[in-house]
C-alpha cells in the first residue's frame, strides 16, 4: 500500500520505531547504501547511533550491549561484504549466548538475482544468498519485503535474541523497500515483548542437589558468566554466605561473587578442581575453559549439579549428578530456600578449606615476588598489578590477549558482575575495542579500561577514532611485547627465502612499535612507557579524571615474558582460561 500526504511514512522509518518500541537504544553500524537514510532514522527517534570503523567491530560492540543490558544492541550493516563482516559478532554472539540483532539491507526486490550492487549470488548461479549466510550463526533469521509487516519481524527477532539462551538474530530489507511509502495508519507496532521467564527446576531436584552437595567432603561452587547475565549475583552471594563453599569464577564469571573474597580459590584454581568431589556449576559449560570436566584436570568420581538454560547442554562432555533446567536466578533462588530443610555449612576449619588455603598462599607468594619485580624490561604481572592496583572498582574492565589475557584474568580483580568482558567462549580475538565502546556507553562514569596485547590491539585499532570522535571514556593499556611472546630461540632457525624484508618469525610484529601514536594523532593523549614508575605515573593520571578521557599507554615488557619469569617457556596451552 502506498502513502501520502502527512499520514505517509517510508519503511526506514517504520523500522526505526519498531525498534525503539522493542526497547533498542544503541545501534552500531557503517552506513551505505541503501542503509544511508536509516542511520538517519535511528537518530531522528531518539536511538544512539555509533558509527564504526569496520563491522566486525560493530557486530562485536553490539554483543556486548546486550550482555551488559540485558536488552540486545543492534548492528546495522550494508549488504554482501558488511553482511559478511558482521558474520563474525552474530556468531560470536551466539557462541557466548548474548543478545544482539542485526539489521541489514540488500538489493532491490526487482533486481534479484541480476547481480545488484553488493548482492549475493552463488557462484552456482540462481536467487541472492545473503540470508543463507547468516542462518547456521542465527536463533532466528527473516527477509522483510513488506513495510506492513517489518514490524512484526523486528519484534520476533528481539523476542528470539532474549528468550533461551541468549544469542544473534538478523532482519534483512531491502533498499527499496526502506525507501517506499505506506499509510502510516496501517502499521501495527507490537507491544514489547515480556522479559524472558524465570523457569524453575523440579522441587525434587533441588533437594537432591542439595543432598550431594551436603554428602561432599570436597564440594565446589564454578560461577559463569550465564549467572552474571542472569542477574543472580545477589542470590549465589547468599548461597555461598550460608553454605561457606569455596568458588571459583569462569573468567567472565568474575564478579558474581567478589574476587576478592577468602572463599575465592582463584589462585588455587588447579588444585581446587582436581580435588573437588561436588561441584555446583552456575551458568557456566564444561567446554575447553572448564578443561570438559574431565581428568586428569578432575577427579573421575567428581559429581556435577549442572544449572543451565538450554536442557540440550547437560551432560554435553559427561554425564552429571543432577541437572538443574532453567532460570539461573530463580533456581539458586530455590536452593537458597532449600537450605532451611537442607542446610549446608562448611567449616572453615576442615581439612578441604584448609589445603585450599595452602595452595592459595603458595600462589599469592609466587605472584606477590613477581607483581614486585620491577626490574626492565617488565614481566606481564607488574604491570597487570599496577594496573589492578588503581583501576576504580566501577570501571569495567575489557581484558584481550593471549598471555596478557591469561594472566590478567588472575591479576585484575572484578567484584561486581559483567564487569569484565574479553575473548569469552569462542576465544575470538578482536572483539576488545567494541567491547570497551560499547562497556563506556553502558558504563559512562568513570567508563571503560581496555588492557591488550599489541596483536590484539591491532586487530580493531582504528576503532579508536570512534573513542575519540564521540569522546567517550575509555583508557587503554597496550601489553607490547612486539608480538613475540615467549620466545623461542628456535623460532629463528631455519628461516629462509629470498626477500630478507620477509624473515620475520611468524608471530613476531614491528619492534618498540609506538601505538601511542594513535591517540596523539587524533588529539587525545598517548603515553609511552618501558618501566614500572612511569606506567604507574601515566595510568594513575587516566583514571584520576571521572569520566575518564581517551588515552593510550603503550607499555613495553620483555619479548621473553610468560606466565612466571620472563624465560621463554613454550606458548600458553590451551585451556588456562
Known sequence: MSGKGNDAIKGRHVVAKALKSQGIKYVFGI?????????????????????????????????????????????????????????AGMANASANGWPMICIAGSSELEQDGLGAFQESLPPQGGAQMQLQYVVPVCKYSVKATEIERIPFFVEQAVRYAKNGRPGATYVEIAGDTLRKSCAASQIYYPSMGIDPPLSLAPSAEIQRALRVLKGAK???IIVGKGAAYAGASSLIREFQKQTNMPF??????????????????????????????????????????????RP?????????????????????SLPVEVGLVGHAKAIVGQLVTGLKSEPINISSDSDWIKSLKEQQQ???????????DRSVPLNYYCPLSIINKHTPKNAIIVNEGSDTMDIGRTVLLNYEPKMRLDAG????MGVGMGQAIAGALVNPNPGCVFVAGDSAFGFSGMEFEVVCRYQLPVVVVIINNNGIGALNPDDFMGLSGTDDRLNYPAKSLTPAC???GYATAMGATGVFVDNADDLERAFKAAVSTKPFKPTIINCMISTTASRGKPAAPPFAKVGKL
Not at 425 to 428: A, N, Q, R
Open 296 to 316: 586428569p584436570r578432575y577427579s573421575r568420581d567428581v559429581k556435577f549439579i549442572h544449572i543451565e538454560i538450554l536442557p540440550e547442554e547437560l551432560g554435553h
Open 218 to 220: 570436597r564440594p565446589l
Open 514 to 516: 609506538r601505538y601511542e
Open 425 to 428: 567462549t569462542w576465544g575470538t
Open 362 to 372: 603458595k600462589s599469592i607468594d609466587i605472584f606477590s615476588e613477581l607483581f614486585n
Open 31 to 87: 552506513v551505505g547504501y541503501p542503509i544511508i537514510e536509516l542511520g538517519f532514522a535511528l537518530q531522528s527517534e531518539g536511538l544512539t547511533y555509533v558509527g564504526m570503523r569496520n563491522e566486525q567491530a560493530a557486530s562485536y560492540a553490539a554483543a556486548a550491549v546486550g550482555y551488559l543490558t540485558g536488552t540486545p544492541g543492534c548492528c546495522l550493516v550494508v549488504p554482501g561484504p558488511g553482511v559478511i563482516h558482521a558474520l
Open 248 to 293: 571459583l569464577p569462569s573468567p567472565m564469571g568474575k564478579g558474581v561473587l567478589p574476587d576478592d573474597h577468602p572463599m575465592c580459590m582463584s589462585s588455587a584454581r588447579s588444585f581446587a578442581l582436581k580435588n573437588a568431589d561436588a561441584i555446583l556449576l552456575i551458568g557456566a559449560r564444561l567446554n575447553w575453559i572448564l578443561h570438559y570436566g
